[in-house]
């Protein structure tokens, strides 16, 4: 099971978050992305 940030790093939604090893690294700087709606 994998951890929301790291889904939203993963799908590039998070700008600017690279991944080293196997931690995504985050810029301090980045902005919170936005939710998508729910598919019902």
Do not use: F, H, Y
């Not at 951890?3 to 991944?19: T, Y």
Request: aromatic share 2%; charged share 40%; with cysteine.
């Amino acid at each position: 099971m994998e951890c929301n940030v790291q889904i939203l790093c993963k799908e590039g939604r998070i700008k600017g978050a690279e991944m080293m090893s196997r931690i995504w690294i985050i810029p301090k700087d980045a902005e919170k992305p936005t939710r998508k709606p729910k598919e019902k």
